[in-house]
């Protein structure tokens, strides 16, 4: 088993290798669809069963280490990694689902011209991301976190002969550079405290204002990566990409890795309780805003993104409320219905592709009725619509109940948190709406579009079966983390189990954070989850009540119903706009007429004159160059003089 | 007589044509003052090898004598070319290295 460790690492990068390089230059290879989509979700896979092995079996955390990048005085540098509950979980999130959507994408890209280039990005993805949640150290965290946000780049514009999508790619990048800048300080911040950059050795050696400026440092850096506000205006154009990878890389794996790196270092967060604060307003925020907006979205894509961006805004608050165990509970569950939604949303564009009926293949107004066309995607959409509206039993319930009950009890401690916990009511409910609202004007009703000329068609069994896998999860996935109503926690497997060692706790629990034992009364518990059901049930009641009758014609009412206020959520709340208007308008100004002058003037005259007197000074010296070689004897004769003289009498 | 005497004598002989070197200008002079420098040096070579009773300076002497009888062939050759080309042999002449 040992040996095998680097493979985890390893394989993913040989396939990409393999494929790029192999496609690039052989063009014969890029023909062979089905050799190369095999190989990369074989490459995928094989680590996930040697993970799985692994987890089974854990007893303690594995180290290993592939190379030394560095050594510079007491300073070392190493590709190691450390496979301890939290890695292995995230990693077999990332390799399970990341294999699923391998195995889909050989459906999804069937036919397309960058087929090999696709599989190539997508094995490089998961070596990216796999390095992330598995290094043992900030810096190599750091290097897989700029290689995840460098492959989200290429597949956003892996259409970049679309103007559009070459840009959504170009802004993913942009506003997550300014994330990625926070990183590096937090870690200089990191080693100049605690001077070392593995996590073990952060722990307990970072205090005071030093750790108040690191974490809130690194959640600026989650900020970006994990779309919050102010910086989570890439995600939704990132469904510019190709559908897999926006349930792959903006769903499931790549923008949760912002909770992950909290997670990690919850020891540190815990010592700062105006962080965690901070983090809960700004995620609770983030995720009512982000859900307002789905509701008034018509792509389907793009209401899958808010969703998420609201969904990663739960995970963010669980962090905030201390309990960490819950947040990745959350990350967990959402990894499979969010991919589930977002597959089937790939299942159905792909539908109304064929149908040649339609301009826009992503629009639910031209949608309706699809269930009858499409019974597997439908039925498997429907179910991870109903977990993550927060139905019972499915996952997205428990994951979101632990999630909202544990700010209720914070709010014990410290007050604001009753007010997190308000909000994130308020979303749940918006969440049950706007998801059955898609489902239903996507699937139910009459069709919309000429259905009878072109009848759409059901996707092949290899996008169905990943379908279905990830829908049976979403439905399952809850059970991993059954409320402490059950046995006292007993059965909550990611709390008391998966991520928890008695004697060296990994991840700090709600309780290292509030300093106190909580021990919520029966009839607490009760009332929370009775009311997230029927916050959740009153969404999908009022959303099919409203749509499942009037279809198209339920937006309008909503907007009689909302007045103004659905424009401004149609429009996103200007956000993009004010952005424009307050940041890239006056940068773009200020480089056009300052900077510009500074490099013409300043820059230039800096360089040029460094050319200039040179010349000048050369000019000066070639008169020494007579031609005649008599002169050139001298010298020398001279220079054997001045070395005669130093040998005498200076030795 | 010392070797005190035989090196006053060669230093004198290798001042000479290192001067001799440096300011003539006929390109035949400026070589025979070279062919001066070298005797020099092997006057010196001599004077130590009695000196102490060594062959071995009188063997490096061969040598010398050797290489300026090989530097003689070359360096005549090279004056006739340069005479040719510009009917003199005025070293102020040969400056196509000026800048």
């Known amino acids: ?651 | 007589m010392s070797v005190m005497h035989y090196l006053i004598v060669s230093s004198l002989l290798f001042s000479l044509g290192a001067l001799g070197v440096l300011l003539r200008r006929n390109a035949i002079i400026v070589f025979m003052c070279v062919e001066l420098m070298l005797n020099a040096a092997n006057l010196a070579f001599v004077a130590f090898s009695r000196f102490h009773n060594d062959a071995a300076g009188a063997m490096m002497v061969f040598f010398v004598m050797c290489v300026a009888a090989a530097e003689a062939v070359v360096g005549l050759a090279i004056i006739i070319a340069m005479f040719r080309n510009k009917q003199t042999v005025n070293l102020s002449e040969f400056n196509l290295f000026k800048w």
């Open chain 1, 1 to 651: 088993m040992e040996s095998l460790l680097p493979l985890i690492i390893l394989l993913p990068f040989f396939g990409a290798l393999i494929i790029g390089v192999g496609g690039l230059a052989f063009p014969a290879i890029r023909q062979q669809e089905k050799a190369i989509g095999t190989v990369a979700t074989l490459l995928v896979f094989i680590p996930f069963f040697i993970l799985l092995n692994l987890f089974i079996n854990y007893k303690e955390p594995i180290r290993f280490s592939i190379l030394s990048w560095m050594q510079i005085g007491a300073f070392s540098l190493e590709f190691s990694y450390v496979l301890d509950q939290l890695s292995l979980l995230m990693g077999l999130i990332v390799t399970g689902v990341g294999g699923i959507i391998h195995l889909y994408s050989i459906g999804y890209m069937h036919g397309d011209k960058g087929f090999y280039k696709y599989f190539a990005y997508l094995n490089l993805f998961i070596f990216a991301m796999n390095n992330l949640v598995m290094a043992d150290n900030l810096l190599v965290t750091f290097l897989g976190w700029e290689g995840v946000g460098a492959c989200s780049y290429f597949l956003i514009g892996f259409w970049y002969k679309d103007m559009m999508k070459a840009k959504a790619a170009q802004k993913a990048f942009v506003v997550n550079r300014i994330g990625d800048f926070a990183f590096i300080v937090a870690m200089l911040i990191a080693y100049h405290v605690a001077g070392s950059l593995k996590y073990e050795a952060l722990v307990g050696n970072i205090t005071g204002h030093w750790a108040f400026w690191m974490t809130l440092l690194l959640f600026i850096a989650a900020t970006g990566k994990s779309a919050q506000i102010p910086l989570y205006v890439w995600l939704p154009d990132a469904m510019a990409g190709p559908t897999p990878v926006s349930a792959l890389i903006h769903a499931a794996t790549m923008v949760t890795a912002g909770i992950y790196l909290i997670a990690r270092m919850s020891w540190v967060y815990i010592q700062v309780p105006e962080v965690l604060m901070i983090i809960g307003a700004v995620s609770a925020l983030t995720a009512l805003l982000a859900a307002s907006i789905a509701i008034a979205q018509n792509d389907i894509k793009k209401v899958l993104a808010y969703s998420t961006v609201s969904q990663l805004g739960y995970m963010f608050m669980g962090l905030g409320a201390g309990a960490f165990a819950a947040a990745i509970f959350h990350l967990m569950t959402h990894a499979f219905f969010k991919a589930c939604l977002f597959l089937g949303s790939g299942s159905v564009i792909h539908a109304m592709e064929h149908t040649h009926a339609v301009k826009d293949p992503q629009d639910i107004r031209t949608m309706g009725g699809l269930r009858k066309y499409l019974p597997s995607t439908s039925i498997t959409f429907w179910i991870a619509t109903l977990a993550i509206a927060g139905i019972p039993p499915l996952a997205g319930f428990f994951s979101k109940d632990e999630i909202l009950s544990r700010n209720f009890f914070a709010g014990h401690t410290y007050a604001i948190y009753y007010v997190y916990w308000l909000i994130g009511v308020l979303t749940a409910f918006l969440t049950a709406f706007y998801m059955t609202r898609l489902s239903t004007l996507t699937f139910e009703g009459k069709p919309r579009f000429n259905a009878e000329e072109h009848p759409p068609h059901e996707s092949p069994a290899v996008m169905t079966i990943p379908l279905w896998i990830l829908a049976i999860f979403s439905i399952i996935g809850g059970f991993f983390g059954l409320p402490e109503l059950f046995g006292h926690g007993k059965y909550n497997w990611i709390t008391h189990h998966w991520l928890s060692i008695e004697e060296n706790p990994l991840l700090a629990t709600q309780e290292d954070f509030l300093k106190e034992a909580l021990h919520p009364s029966l009839g607490m518990e009760i009332f929370l989850i009775t009311l997230s059901i029927v916050i959740a049930l009153l969404g999908v009641f009022l959303a099919l009540r409203l749509y499942k009758k009037h279809a198209l014609q339920g937006d309008e009412l909503l907007a009689k119903r909302l007045g103004k206020f659905y424009n401004v959520l149609q429009n996103k709340y200007y956000v993009d706009e004010l952005y424009e208007r307050i940041i890239v308008k006056p940068f773009v100004a200020f480089s056009e007429k300052v900077l510009d002058w500074i490099d013409r003037n300043i820059v230039d005259g800096v360089v040029d004159g460094t050319g200039e007197s040179v010349q000048g000074f050369a000019e000066l010296l070639r008169r020494l160059q007579t031609g005649i070689i008599q002169n050139y004897a001298l010298l020398i004769w001279l220079g054997v003089i001045l070395l005669l003289a130093q040998f005498l009498f200076m030795a």
